[in-house]
């Protein structure tokens, strides 16, 4: 299978070259040429199969270029026990009224970007053998926070690979920052930024287009890379969870095999969500995608208007890994809805870039209609459900899913659609204990930690051993940086040994 990119379709690619790359030099998403078929007999036999295996079974389609045996050591080294507190990366909890939620936090940062980086940086390696003649690979990052821990414990110790993470000094909470500034590791380094995101993420941007850096950098036989979520190699791995989940409710007689599915996302960048409609589109039997949204509401809006406009205010929510008004990964979405033409999407990006927003004519907008239905849900409504769902259920989540469950509450009271609905849960609620505790009418301890304990006895719900060990773990990395000292330090870290 090749890879082109969503602004200039005369592009052929292989996967290695999309994943050790990124993104298409100018400036567009790798895509697959063709999105692959599957039918009932894969299907069943997916069925069959325990995670990795099932994980190796999707990524072959995509993921050509790879041996067989990349794949499957890949998949093994990722979804193991070890890996992931459950024995199983990606359980299915059935909530006995129709609903089930998808648990996608149980690796090492306690975020569902574990699925992926805990996957990718095995391919990364064998693609950069192929792609890159084997140098040296430097991986930048940018975060606002669950990123960059991913990204760090993934890449940790993986040869022939350096990481660098760049956070906003004051922009990450306080759990994400100790995530990341006690990382372990030889490979790693860790830098406050002083600035917002924006300064961080721009300034990343810069030099992986700066030529006198490149070429310091390429005499040490070192090539930049990026693991941010419009790599294709975050995606793929996305994919799987959505045939896992189908497979499993197979699996317990909860549906049939080829009866429909609705999924409900709470979504960002809209990467999560986009691997569920790949899945639809090689003929997983999905009925309604449905994009949850906070008060951050641009994506609602468009799903409703066909009109994509982000000028709009930004406001800091308790869900902040959905705190985003450009969703990078929808331009993936446009390339598909207009029937792959190139010219369409980089005209609307480019209209994004000047004004902020852009609109889809109608037959797209007919086809968008056709997978997805949005809605969007604030924080006033996000704590009343983690508050209803523990006491009627005794089921807890975190605010990013719990704008989920709202968003669904709400679709099923405009649509009356029953269809068994698979909700995605992004976040372990220990990730963000301070607001859930809240949410749940207790006392809101200053100090995270306190405030940890206090939310596992007063719901029973066990600390995941990764945020428990964190109060204990030694402080690494202090260095706050201006953003013009980034490309020096990114030098220096390249030179050590
Ligand atoms: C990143 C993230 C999201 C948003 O996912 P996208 O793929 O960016 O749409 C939602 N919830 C949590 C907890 C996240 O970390």
């Keep these: 299978m090749q890879y082109t990119s969503t602004r200039d379709s005369s592009l052929s690619v292989s996967s290695s070259f999309a994943i050790a790359h990124g993104i298409s030099a100018e400036g567009g998403l790798f895509v697959p040429k063709e999105i692959p078929q599957i039918d009932r007999a894969w299907l069943k ?31 093994a080294a990722a979804y193991t026990d070890g890996v992931f507190e459950e024995d199983w990366a990606a359980p299915l909890s059935d909530l006995s009224d129709g609903r089930f939620v998808l648990e996608l936090w149980h690796g090492p940062t306690c975020a ?27 991986i930048l990052v940018a975060t606002s926070g669950d990123t960059g821990k991913a990204a760090l414990e993934g890449f940790c110790g993986v040869e022939g690979v350096k990481i660098a993470v760049f956070y906003p000094n004051d922009g990450v909470s306080p759990m994400q920052q ?12 860790v830098y406050a930024i002083e600035g917002n995101f924006d300064n961080a993420q721009t300034e990343v941007k810069k030099i992986f287009t700066d030529p006198g850096v490149i070429a310091r950098l390429a005499e040490r036989g070192t090539v930049l890379s990026s693991a941010n979520s419009i790599n294709w190699g975050r995606l793929v791995p996305q994919i799987v969870y959505y045939f896992s989940a189908y497979a499993d409710l197979v699996g317990c007689e909860c549906i049939k095999l080829g009866d429909p599915v609705n999924f409900v996302v709470p979504t960002g960048n809209f990467g999560n969500i986009l691997a569920g409609y790949y899945a639809k589109r090689m003929g997983l039997p999905v009925g309604k995608l449905i994009c949850a949204s906070n008060q951050n509401d641009v994506l609602a809006d468009f799903m409703k208007s066909g009109v994509y406009d982000a000028n709009r205010n930004f406001y800091t929510t308790m869900s902040p890994s959905m705190d985003i008004l450009i969703s990078s990964n929808l331009e993936r979405l446009l390339y598909e809805l207009c029937g792959k033409d190139d010219r369409q999407v980089a005209a609307m990006m480019e209209e994004l870039k000047e004004n902020r927003r852009y609109s889809i004519p109608p037959e797209m907008k007919a086809r968008l209609d056709a997978d997805f239905w949005g809605g969007t849900v604030g924080d006033e409504v996000c704590r009343g459900i983690i508050k209803k769902t523990l006491d009627e259920i005794g089921y807890l989540i975190d605010p990013h899913t719990s704008v989920a469950f709202g968003v669904y509450d709400q679709y099923k009271a405009e649509t009356g659609d029953q269809t068994p ?17 809240g949410a749940l009418g207790a006392e809101r301890p200053a100090d995270e930690f306190a405030a940890v304990k206090a939310l596992s006895q007063g719901t029973g719900a066990p600390i995941p051993e990764n945020i428990a060990a964190l109060e204990k773990a030694k402080i690494r990395f202090t260095k706050v940086l201006l953003p013009e000292e980034m490309p020096r330090e990114i030098e220096l870290f390249a030179s050590q040994k």
């Design 45 to 75: 036999e997916l069925c069959d199969k325990e995670y990795p295996a099932r994980a190796e079974q999707v990524l072959s389609l995509f993921l050509t270029d790879f041996t067989s045996g990349e794949l499957a050591e890949a998949a």
């Design 112 to 138: 569902f970007k574990d699925m992926a980086l805990q996957l990718l940086p095995h391919l990364m390696v064998s693609a950069a053998r192929r792609a890159l003649d084997g140098k040296q690979i430097l």
């Design 178 to 189: 100790l995530q990341m500034v006690t990382q372990r590791g030889e490979n790693v380094a």
């Design 421 to 437: 609905a698979v909700i995605l849960s992004t976040a372990s609620p220990f990730k963000f204990a301070g607001s859930v505790l």
